[in-house]
């Protein structure tokens, strides 16, 4: 492998399953090393992971990286969204941190939205109607359920912020993140004292949101990471607004991510404030708006459908009029945190292939369904449709999206955009680059573009109308709140 042109910087994705880091060539783009850990997450309702596992993870990836990582000049994290980290007056965490997609916070957030003026009140307030993954949410279970947990927090945390502090020794955040807290109002871009005080959040313990450009800190010299002392920190961001920056994106490119997380996404120059609660209107990392929308049940939904038939995930077969909603994690989008996966039209000749591409279908379906929302009304309909994460590199993945959007699909070749969009903060900071266009000049969202075909206009009606013959069910738990 020839030298690095440039300079040297780290990106890192710490991300629901785990933290992958890489070191980048600032001058081309060039992917120098790479390492990934894994974390462990709970499961049945409550989502939770110990912190120290997520700085454990990042330093077993840097040390993959090997020499490459101890010659950066710059480094930044990206991070799942809204997990709720909570610190004590030694910055030890208080308990494990609770997820995004923990959804015992559901009867909080519905109170939370009619206590303080209801979906329009929030949606113009923050951008967002709160559900059970928004941080706020979290916070107003641990002050029901563990009341001594909340009287031992001095710091609260997102989990990207948690790492950044432990490189740096400062409580940052930045307005990414930050617009994925439920106390951040987009209208004014600053900590909403109402709603803090609703939920007894001492506004003093909450990190300084640090601006695009702006440095975090420096690496401090109490650890053992391949970091020197010194080495520039820049604020990072959350995972979906590091995947935006990663591919340079333009307003109304859409992007569809497939991980742990489904989304939807794309940046608009307008404040978004969707009161049906659909799309989430979070803040992109720069100036900009991201409006997302963001399914619970995913690749790990499917795998889970095609581990249960013993099918590999591509042995997939067309048609059967069987359909699979995998809302396995209970849902967000649609919010249906109460429901559990549900299949219809099973007869004896259907197959375990096509059980397996229904599975497919219905994950695809609450995404696209989601997509016109998150456009403004006036994008492109025939831009492709960008697809990243774990599971753009699935050839079923990649066909369904296809078939079921009608659009022209584009699959980087660059596997991990949100640790490229990290790295891209990093090289802004040395540069005095824009982050968005540190990625275009790297060229991050090259790769083959699968043409249109017609959209299965069919199958999305079908299973339109099996969701909304089964609200009664799907829905039924909520009540019981
Ligand atoms: N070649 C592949 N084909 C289909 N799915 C894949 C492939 N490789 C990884 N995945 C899926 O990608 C998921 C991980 O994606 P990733 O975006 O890294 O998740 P996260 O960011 O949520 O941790 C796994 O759950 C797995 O199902
Ligand atoms: O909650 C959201 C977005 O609102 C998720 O997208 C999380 O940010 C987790 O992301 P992954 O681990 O699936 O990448």
């Known amino acids: 492998m020839s030298a690095a042109e440039g300079p040297l910087v780290v990106g890192v994705d710490t991300s629901t399953q785990s933290t992958k880091a890489l070191v980048v060539d600032v001058a081309t783009g060039r992917v120098v090393a790479s390492g990934q850990a894994p974390h462990t997450v709970t499961s049945g309702a409550g989502r939770e992971s110990d912190p120290r596992q997520w700085w454990e993870a990042l330093c077993e990836a840097l040390r993959q990286c090997g020499e490459p990582a101890h010659e950066a000049a710059a480094v930044s994290v990206g991070g799942q969204q809204h997990g709720l980290v909570t610190l004590d007056e030694h910055g030890e965490p208080v308990r494990p941190a609770l997820l995004w997609n923990d959804v015992r916070s559901a009867p909080q957030a519905r109170r939370l939205v009619e206590e303080l003026g209801g979906a329009k009140f929030w949606a113009e307030r923050t951008g967002s109607v709160p559900t059970a993954s928004f941080t706020v949410t979290k916070w107003a279970w641990l002050a029901e359920h563990e009341p001594e947990s909340v009287r031992a927090t001095r710091a609260v945390r997102l989990p990207h912020d948690y790492l950044t502090e432990r490189l740096t020794g400062q409580g940052t955040t930045d307005r990414g993140d930050a617009s994925g807290t439920g106390w951040w109002a987009s209208a004014t871009e600053t900590y909403d004292e109402e709603i803090l005080a609703h939920v007894g959040l001492d506004p003093a313990l909450l990190p300084r949101v640090v601006r695009s450009g702006e440095v975090a800190g420096t690496v401090r010299d109490s650890h053992d990471l391949p970091f020197s002392r010194g080495t520039l920190v820049a604020c990072g961001t959350g995972d979906n607004a590091a995947a935006a920056l990663g591919l340079g994106l333009r307003p109304g490119m859409p992007v569809m991510s497939l991980g742990t997380s489904g989304t939807v996404y794309a940046v608009s120059r307008r404040r978004p404030a969707d009161p049906s609660g659909t799309v989430a209107g979070f803040a992109d ?65 259907t197959t375990g292939g096509q059980l397996l591409q229904a599975a497919y279908d219905g994950a695809v379906h609450s995404l696209l369904d989601a997509l016109d929302l998150v456009l403004d009304e006036d994008a492109d309909p025939s831009a492709p449709l960008l697809l990243i994460g774990g599971g753009a590199r699935g050839r079923a993945w990649q066909e369904t999206v296809r078939r079921l959007s009608g659009r022209p699909v584009q699959v980087p070749e660059a596997k991990e955009l949100v640790a490229l969009g990290a790295a891209a903060q990093a090289a802004g900071l040395l540069t005095g680059e824009d982050p968005a266009a540190v990625a275009r000049r790297w060229n991050t969202a090259v790769g083959p573009v699968l043409e249109p075909v017609e959209r299965d206009e069919e199958t999305l009606a079908r299973i339109a109308e099996v969701r909304s013959d089964a609200a009664p069910l799907l829905d039924r738990a909520a009540d019981t709140d």
């Not at 989008?333 to 000749?349: E, M, W």
């Open 285 to 349: 990392a720069r100036s900009d708006w991201l409006p997302l929308a963001c399914t619970l049940n995913c690749t790990l939904a499917v795998d889970r459908v095609a581990a249960l038939l013993g099918l590999d995930r591509e042995a997939v077969e067309p048609g059967g009029g069987v359909t699979l909603l995998p809302f396995l994690d209970g849902e967000r989008t649609p919010n249906l945190p109460h429901a559990s996966g549900l299949l219809y039209g099973l007869r004896h000749d």
